[in-house]
């Protein structure tokens, strides 16, 4: 088909599928209107039933926590199509190449903010239940905070803390251990992930009872998988460039 | 004007549709089709607010005030973490087709080999 006809057939099919569309928000409860029975139930029980007073988080790892295990399950079968799709380019091996930073500025404050990038990261997992943050946000935040690594200092030091021997095993851990906690509820006598374990004190580090651990192995799922990535484009860009002998 | 958050999302999605569909680079493609998928989020959130609410998090607020649905918010956060990783994911089969066919406008790409 010639991109012309394509444009033509697209036009009228756009047109009336944005028309549907807004006939049917149209149709949705006013803006800020309603406060949904599902949200509104959660918002009053997340507290008292799992000692946990932050309701989004709850609901990720506790109410919905098998929901979140196939959203992983997404994250994990792509970093996987990732890794094969770009490890079956050949890679010239060059080493020895600096592009390390000579800048002592950003050296000094690129350590630091590693540090201070990795601390929210953890701080963010460790509070989820309790202030706004969890695995998902926690463990991107400590995966940005780790790349950093390469922009203060050069992809040799990169390649040191973002080895494969490390982030895979990390990443598959992080997946299996999820699962592993829902078969424990399963073993138990009670249904998949279902939270045990106490709820624990509110407001604290200790709340939230098994979905904490839940918590936790999403972050390190999280955060190898980002890193992963980082690294396998990372080999793709910078790997022929050091070959090249830039 | 009480839909027009909800009128902004299907704007959002659209536009996606139209860069989509009249795209002549792989990334731009990428772009629009997370473009497309981040109109539900805006979909979601929008549909989730309450006014009046606040933030669904009940640590030094007492219970029971009101806040937007944590439901919404939930099903947003972690597809936002989720879809970077698609996106990487057709960005390597970007960077395959660019290596294997040598271009990247998907109007020059008439048949893929294995």
Known sequence: ?246 | MSVLPYVVAVWVCVIGLIGIVTSRNFIHLAICLTLTQSSTYVLLLAVGYVHGGGPPIFKGVKLGTTAVDPVLQSLALTDIVVSVTVLALILALALDVQKQAGTDDPDEVHELSG
């Open chain 1, 1 to 246: 088909m010639t991109r012309r006809a394509r444009l033509w057939l697209f036009a009228p099919a756009v047109a009336g599928f944005g028309a549907l569309l807004v006939w049917a928000v149209a149709g949705l409860p006013d803006f800020g209107s309603t406060e949904h029975r599902y949200g509104y139930l959660i918002n009053h029980v997340a507290l008292p039933e799992r000692h946990m007073t932050n309701a989004v988080t709850a609901l990720v790892f506790d109410y919905r926590g098998f929901d979140t295990l196939g959203e992983e399950f997404i994250l994990f079968a792509a970093v996987t199509g990732i890794v094969l799709l770009l490890r079956q380019h050949e890679r010239e091996r060059g080493r020895g190449q600096s592009d390390s930073t000579h800048s002592d500025v950003i050296r000094v404050l690129g350590i630091l903010a590693v540090g201070v990038g990795v601390l929210i990261g953890l701080w963010l997992v460790a509070f989820g239940f309790v202030t706004p943050g969890g695995g998902f946000q926690g463990g991107v935040a400590v995966a940005s905070g780790v790349v950093l690594v390469y922009l203060a200092a050069d992809y040799r030091a990169w390649s040191r803390v973002g080895r494969l021997g490390v982030l895979e095993p990390l990443e598959g851990i992080g997946a299996g251990g999820y699962v592993v906690l829902g078969l424990a509820a399963l073993v138990s006598g009670a249904a998949f992930l279902t939270n045990m374990l106490g709820p624990g004190v509110a407001g604290t580090v200790w709340s939230g009872g098994s979905a904490a651990l839940v918590n936790w192995f999403a972050a390190l799922e999280v955060a190898a998988a980002n890193l992963l990535l980082f690294r396998e484009f990372l080999e793709e860009y910078i790997v022929p460039l050091h070959g090249r002998g830039s």
